[in-house]
């Protein structure tokens, strides 16, 4: 590992520049196929849990993924954003600045939904953590993002050897699988990014 790589490796990456890099690896050529195949894939619920002290936003989803024998498979592909700068008193928090974002959220349990503001996020500067329990992400993904600091949570236990199966993702790039990448596709809409 060189110096640069150091310190590469030490700092954080933000979801543009995670698309940008698994999308230009050529060695993950099945990336386009993992971008196409999330029309298949169905957000149908989202859940923000904004950590205000600690100035992160926890978005987890569930998504319903379509096989080709016509079953349903559930995941729960998760972000988190990093140092969100949330607005004191969303109340009052203009939702037609075109800088603030306001999403509905339950902040205490059982408490019902209040509205949450913060400045909008950037896709190639707000730093994120994902995680998803699919078998791409886990083998594909999760080691090289860790290794990035954009794992959420524990590390997944390594899997069997496979015999020589080649390595899904020799350049040990990090990535997203067709869950999260979608999952980004429905917060677009939600005008969270500036
Ligand atoms: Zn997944």
Redesign the pocket.
């Known amino acids: 590992m060189n110096y640069y790589e150091f310190w590469t490796r030490l700092d954080e990456i933000s979801l543009g520049e995670m698309f940008k890099k698994m999308m230009e690896d050529p060695t993950l050529a099945a990336c386009k196929k993992r971008h196409n195949a999330i029309d298949m894939v169905k957000i149908t619920k989202l859940a923000w849990t904004p950590y205000k002290g600690m100035n992160t936003l926890l978005v987890r989803a569930l ?1 319903q993924s379509k096989q080709k024998d016509g079953s349903v498979h559930e ?1 729960t ?1 998760l972000v988190e954003f990093k140092k969100v700068q949330y607005v004191k008193d969303a109340t009052y928090a203009p939702k037609y600045l075109p800088n603030i974002a306001v999403i509905s959220a339950v902040m205490q349990q059982g408490g019902s939904p209040e509205p949450v503001a913060f400045y909008k996020l950037q896709r190639d500067k707000t730093d994120v953590l994902v995680r ?3 078998e ?2 886990k083998w594909t993904f999760s080691s090289h993002n860790k290794a990035a600091g954009a794992l959420f949570g524990g590390a997944y236990k390594k899997p069997k050897p496979q015999g020589l199966k080649p390595s899904p993702n020799p350049n040990k790039i990090e990535g997203m ?4 990448l979608k999952l980004f596709k429905v917060l677009e809409k939600t005008g969270i990014f500036a």
């Open positions: 998504a995941y592909p998803c329990q699919c791409d992400y699988c067709k869950h999260i």
